[in-house]
Protein backbone atom coordinates (compact mmCIF):
# COMPACT_ATOMS: atom_id res chain seq x y z
CA UNK A 1 0.00 0.00 0.00
CA UNK A 2 1.17 3.47 -0.75
CA UNK A 3 -0.69 6.21 1.13
CA UNK A 4 0.32 9.82 -0.70
CA UNK A 5 -0.71 13.17 0.90
CA UNK A 6 -0.98 16.42 -1.39
CA UNK A 7 -0.16 19.88 0.26
CA UNK A 8 0.64 23.32 -1.31
CA UNK A 9 -2.67 24.78 -3.05
CA UNK A 10 -4.43 27.70 -2.46
CA UNK A 11 -5.52 31.13 -4.03
CA UNK A 12 -3.38 32.91 -6.53
CA UNK A 13 -3.59 35.38 -8.78
CA UNK A 14 -3.78 34.91 -12.66
CA UNK A 15 -0.02 34.79 -13.99
CA UNK A 16 1.45 33.48 -10.23
CA UNK A 17 3.62 30.32 -9.73
CA UNK A 18 3.06 27.69 -7.21
CA UNK A 19 4.87 24.75 -6.15
CA UNK A 20 2.03 21.74 -5.09
CA UNK A 21 3.79 18.58 -3.15
CA UNK A 22 2.90 15.08 -2.56
CA UNK A 23 4.64 13.07 0.12
CA UNK A 24 4.43 9.53 0.05
CA UNK A 25 4.47 6.64 2.56
CA UNK A 26 4.28 3.18 3.13
CA UNK A 27 6.15 1.28 0.01
CA UNK A 28 9.59 2.04 -1.60
CA UNK A 29 9.00 5.38 -3.45
CA UNK A 30 11.74 5.23 -6.14
CA UNK A 31 10.41 1.82 -7.22
CA UNK A 32 6.56 4.22 -8.68
CA UNK A 33 5.87 6.23 -11.52
CA UNK A 34 4.06 9.30 -9.79
CA UNK A 35 2.04 11.53 -11.79
CA UNK A 36 -0.41 14.16 -11.15
CA UNK A 37 -4.29 14.70 -11.94
CA UNK A 38 -6.95 17.58 -11.90
CA UNK A 39 -10.66 17.70 -11.77
CA UNK A 40 -12.66 20.85 -12.30
CA UNK A 41 -16.35 21.03 -11.04
CA UNK A 42 -18.69 18.54 -13.74
CA UNK A 43 -15.72 17.46 -15.30
CA UNK A 44 -13.54 14.58 -15.72
CA UNK A 45 -10.38 13.93 -13.58
CA UNK A 46 -8.03 14.50 -16.45
CA UNK A 47 -4.26 13.95 -16.85
CA UNK A 48 -1.38 16.87 -16.55
CA UNK A 49 2.11 15.17 -15.82
CA UNK A 50 3.83 11.78 -14.84
CA UNK A 51 7.53 11.08 -13.71
CA UNK A 52 8.65 7.63 -14.61
CA UNK A 53 10.49 5.98 -11.39
CA UNK A 54 13.68 5.99 -13.21
CA UNK A 55 15.72 7.99 -16.04
CA UNK A 56 14.52 11.69 -15.63
CA UNK A 57 11.51 10.73 -17.98
CA UNK A 58 8.67 13.00 -17.71
CA UNK A 59 5.69 13.55 -19.75
CA UNK A 60 3.05 16.42 -19.91
CA UNK A 61 -0.78 17.08 -21.01
CA UNK A 62 -0.19 19.81 -24.24
CA UNK A 63 -1.56 22.04 -21.57
CA UNK A 64 0.98 22.01 -19.44
CA UNK A 65 4.09 21.34 -21.11
CA UNK A 66 5.27 25.01 -21.52
CA UNK A 67 3.85 26.27 -18.06
CA UNK A 68 4.36 22.92 -15.55
CA UNK A 69 7.31 21.34 -14.50
CA UNK A 70 7.06 17.75 -12.45
CA UNK A 71 10.01 16.50 -10.47
CA UNK A 72 10.45 14.17 -7.88
CA UNK A 73 13.05 14.11 -5.02
CA UNK A 74 13.31 9.91 -3.78
CA UNK A 75 15.19 10.94 -0.83
CA UNK A 76 11.96 12.67 0.49
CA UNK A 77 9.85 10.21 -1.09
CA UNK A 78 7.99 13.54 -2.31
CA UNK A 79 7.03 14.72 -5.98
CA UNK A 80 6.40 18.27 -6.50
CA UNK A 81 4.56 20.26 -9.38
CA UNK A 82 6.12 23.68 -10.07
CA UNK A 83 2.86 25.89 -11.99
CA UNK A 84 3.85 28.74 -13.28
CA UNK A 85 1.84 31.67 -15.67
CA UNK A 86 -1.18 30.11 -14.03
CA UNK A 87 -4.44 30.82 -15.47
CA UNK A 88 -8.28 31.09 -14.00
CA UNK A 89 -8.72 27.72 -16.31
CA UNK A 90 -6.03 26.05 -14.36
CA UNK A 91 -8.40 25.81 -10.80
CA UNK A 92 -9.21 22.46 -10.08
CA UNK A 93 -8.56 20.08 -7.69
CA UNK A 94 -5.31 18.32 -8.02
CA UNK A 95 -4.42 14.64 -7.29
CA UNK A 96 -1.82 12.94 -6.85
CA UNK A 97 -1.44 9.53 -8.27
CA UNK A 98 1.50 6.31 -8.10
CA UNK A 99 2.36 3.09 -9.67
CA UNK A 100 4.11 0.46 -9.67
CA UNK A 101 7.09 1.12 -12.38
CA UNK A 102 7.73 -2.24 -13.35
CA UNK A 103 4.79 -2.31 -15.50
CA UNK A 104 5.68 0.65 -18.43
CA UNK A 105 2.05 0.21 -19.74
CA UNK A 106 1.58 3.99 -20.36
CA UNK A 107 0.89 7.26 -18.18
CA UNK A 108 -2.33 9.11 -19.53
CA UNK A 109 -5.15 6.93 -17.77
CA UNK A 110 -6.57 7.19 -14.60
CA UNK A 111 -7.07 3.40 -14.76
CA UNK A 112 -3.39 2.63 -14.61
CA UNK A 113 -3.13 4.14 -11.57
CA UNK A 114 -3.56 2.22 -7.84
CA UNK A 115 -3.14 5.06 -5.50
CA UNK A 116 -4.34 8.46 -5.29
CA UNK A 117 -4.16 11.27 -2.67
CA UNK A 118 -7.15 13.26 -1.10
CA UNK A 119 -6.57 16.28 -3.65
CA UNK A 120 -5.39 20.06 -3.15
CA UNK A 121 -7.42 23.03 -4.30
CA UNK A 122 -5.72 25.04 -6.40
CA UNK A 123 -7.87 28.62 -7.25
CA UNK A 124 -6.59 31.10 -10.01
CA UNK A 125 -8.14 33.99 -9.78
CA UNK A 126 -8.27 36.71 -12.53
Known amino acids: QVQLVESGGGVVQSGDSLRISCKASGQTFSHYDMAWFRQSPGKERDFVAHARWSGGITYYADFAKDRFTISRDNAKSTVYLQMNSLKPEDTAVYYC???????????????????WGQGTQVTVSS
Open 97 to 115: AAKNGIYNEGYGSRSLYAY
